[in-house]
T-cell receptor, first 114, second 112 residues
Framework: AQSVTQLGSHVSVSEGALVLLRCNYSSSVPPYLFWYVQYPNQGLQLLLKYTTGATLVKGINGFEAEFKKSETSFHLTKPSAHMSDAAEYFCAVNLSGGSYIPTFGRGTSLIVHP | NAGVTQTPKFRVLKTGQSMTLLCAQDMNHEYMYWYRQDPGMGLRLIHYSVGEGTTAKGEVPDGYNVSRLKKQNFLLGLESAAPSQTSVYFC???????????FGPGTRLTVT
């Protein structure tokens, strides 16, 4: 079985500040991990993903995430927030080696203040 | 490539009416999914398909039916709409379960 927890339904930052969105997962086998972004009135689009290899993954728009197996975490960060980063962010997990269906977290709304 | 498209974009139904939402993808993906998105609930999987002619239930399948007669299309049907089915519906597709999903733009459905 697999599950995803996103801590904080809303995160508020000032423009230029560090963005940190938290994601913890549980899985019985090595996971595949994803972050998606949803802008208002749009579908989700992939920000970045971790499958195997390097644990620090870089995505689009300056975002990156680090897979930490010991902490079962895959937190999303960006050094300096921009107004255009305001959106809903979803973490998703799937299991390797099986025919599982991805599980999504409930989402975190990022609010960026000028 | 158009990616994943959804028809219609908006729809208002009266309780008890029926409708079909169409999802089409041009990426030759095997897997297709239907989700609903409600405030504070994230994405919830309704039904999914792992290939042409196959369908399976997801987390919240009650009140919905699906069909995958062609690989590129995945239809979601509401036989008798209820106000609880007011939601935004997203279709997605992928090469497989360990690959990223590609999402459509969504259909906003209101049932009065």
């Amino acid at each position: 079985a697999q599950s995803v927890t996103q801590l904080g339904s809303h995160v508020s930052v000032s423009e230029g500040a560090l963005v940190l969105l938290r994601c913890n997962y549980s899985s019985s086998v090595p996971p595949y991990l994803f972050w998606y972004v949803q802008y208002p009135n749009q579908g989700l689009q992939l920000l970045l993903k971790y499958t195997t290899g390097a644990t620090l993954v870089k995505g689009i728009n300056g975002f990156e995430a680090e897979f930490k197996k010991s902490e079962t975490s895959f937190h999303l960060t960006k050094p300096s927030a921009h107004m255009s980063d305001a959106a809903e962010y979803f973490c998703a997990v799937n299991l390797s080696g099986g025919s599982y269906i991805p599980t999504f977290g409930r989402g975190t709304s990022l609010i960026v203040h000028p | 490539n158009a990616g994943v498209t959804q028809t219609p974009k908006f729809r208002v139904l009266k309780t008890g009416q029926s409708m079909t939402l169409l999802c089409a993808q041009d990426m030759n993906h095997e897997y297709m999914y239907w989700y609903r998105q409600d405030p504070g609930m994230g994405l919830r999987l309704i039904h999914y398909s792992v290939g042409e002619g196959t369908t399976a239930k997801g987390e919240v399948p009650d009140g919905y039916n699906v069909s995958r007669l062609k690989k590129q299309n995945f239809l979601l049907g509401l036989e008798s709409a209820a106000p609880s089915q007011t939601s935004v519906y997203f279709c997605a597709s992928s090469y497989g379960t360990v690959y990223e999903q590609y999402f459509g733009p969504g259909t906003r459905l209101t049932v009065t």
